[in-house]
């Protein structure tokens, strides 16, 4: 979950890396380990460190900005209550990564069908840049659409690799499966989305 | 530039990825969080420890409650050793 900010951030400390790196290593570890007054402690330093990038990977997820917000909370307290099953020489991201796509999964599920169809999912769209004039608003509506329909696991893995352009192995790590399946699920994916949108006399 | 990852593709993938691209456009990096969470996640970390109670004390209070109705002559004997 590497964002422009913590890209910076990261250029701009390394002169004191080794600091850092070893304050990060001890806050994780009080966060695992200490007392409840000091695992708070750390807790919060981990949320202000990362609030902003479990934040960022779940707007793309859910694509509904209150949802990310509400989920971001959900998120961390699933964090803080599975402390002692965080292994900390394996890092915190990927661990919050992973128990935000499940939240993010639980949230797409819990979700009617007809949302994705809804004005509400279109309104939190932004608006495309570069959009190809012969692409009909209708469409990209349909498109949407369509999209919407398809299971939560498939649109999910469909949405970090292909809309986002994430690397497979980060969704991978993300949704607890193999690259492999990945590949298989963003396949079945389009695949189900071209049926759909030939059905509606589309061809992609 | 994003390094293209290889893919399972069927034909016309391309263009079907690029549909599903003008549809739902890729969020912005200046989309993220404009505000700080934690006021709101302390809130909820006060009002989630409140109502957390462990499945297995709610057991163990359940069969107490049925015991003691089982056997209410326990019931000085259980206060006097509490």
Same mark, same amino acid.
């Given at each position: 979950?590497?964002?422009?900010?913590?890209?910076?951030?990261?250029?701009?400390?390394?002169?004191?890396?080794?600091?850092?790196?070893?304050?990060?290593?001890?806050?994780?570890?009080?966060?695992?380990?200490?007392?409840?007054?000091?695992?708070?402690?750390?807790?919060?330093?981990?949320?202000?460190?990362?609030?902003?990038?479990?934040?960022?990977?779940?707007?793309?997820?859910?694509?509904?900005?209150?949802?990310?917000?509400?989920?971001?909370?959900?998120?961390?307290?699933?964090?803080?209550?599975?402390?002692?099953?965080?292994?900390?020489?394996?890092?915190?991201?990927?661990?919050?990564?992973?128990?935000?796509?499940?939240?993010?999964?639980?949230?797409?599920?819990?979700?009617?069908?007809?949302?994705?169809?809804?004005?509400?999912?279109?309104?939190?769209?932004?608006?495309?840049?570069?959009?190809?004039?012969?692409?009909?608003?209708?469409?990209?509506?349909?498109?949407?659409?369509?999209?919407?329909?398809?299971?939560?696991?498939?649109?999910?893995?469909?949405?970090?690799?292909?809309?986002?352009?994430?690397?497979?192995?980060?969704?991978?790590?993300?949704?607890?499966?193999?690259?492999?399946?990945?590949?298989?699920?963003?396949?079945?994916?389009?695949?189900?989305?071209?049926?759909?949108?030939?059905?509606?006399?589309?061809?992609? | 530039?994003?390094?293209?990852?290889?893919?399972?593709?069927?034909?016309?993938?391309?263009?079907?990825? !690029?549909?599903? =691209?003008?549809?739902?456009?890729?969020?912005?990096? /200046?989309?993220? $969080?404009?505000?700080? +969470?934690?006021?709101?996640?302390?809130?909820? !970390?006060?009002? =989630?420890?409140?109502?957390?109670?462990?499945?297995? /004390?709610?057991? $163990?209070?359940?069969? +107490?409650?049925?015991?003691?109705?089982?056997?209410?002559?326990?019931?000085?004997?259980?206060?006097?050793?509490?």
């Amino acid at each position: 979950m590497v964002d422009r900010g913590t890209s910076t951030m990261r250029s701009a400390a390394s002169s004191e890396m080794e600091p850092v790196a070893s304050r990060e290593l001890e806050r994780l570890t009080r966060f695992r380990q200490g007392d409840d007054a000091s695992r708070d402690a750390a807790f919060e330093g981990l949320f202000r460190i990362h609030q902003r990038a479990v934040h960022g990977w779940i707007l793309r997820i859910v694509r509904n900005a209150p949802a990310a917000e509400d989920l971001t909370l959900e998120t961390f307290w699933r964090i803080y209550r599975a402390h002692a099953r965080f292994e900390p020489e394996r890092g915190f991201e990927p661990w919050a990564r992973r128990i935000a796509t499940r939240a993010a999964l639980d949230w797409l599920r819990a979700q009617k069908p007809e949302y994705a169809m809804s004005s509400e999912f279109f309104a939190d769209l932004p608006s495309p840049s570069g959009e190809d004039p012969a692409v009909s608003a209708e469409i990209r509506r349909k498109t949407a659409q369509a999209f919407g329909r398809l299971r939560p696991g498939l649109r999910i893995a469909a949405t970090l690799a292909v809309i986002e352009e994430r690397p497979h192995k980060e969704v991978a790590e993300a949704l607890g499966i193999s690259v492999t399946a990945v590949k298989l699920r963003v396949f079945r994916a389009l695949r189900l989305l071209r049926k759909d949108l030939q059905q509606q006399g589309i061809t992609p | 530039m994003k390094e293209q990852e290889p893919r399972i593709r069927d034909q016309g993938s391309e263009r079907l990825e !690029l549909l599903l =691209r003008q549809a739902l456009p890729h969020i912005e990096d /200046d989309a993220d $969080l404009d505000r700080d +969470l934690w006021p709101a996640m302390l809130r909820r !970390l006060d009002e =989630r420890r409140k109502v957390h109670v462990p499945w297995f /004390d709610w057991v $163990l209070a359940g069969g +107490l409650a049925a015991l003691l109705a089982v056997f209410p002559a326990w019931i000085p004997v259980l206060l006097y050793y509490l």
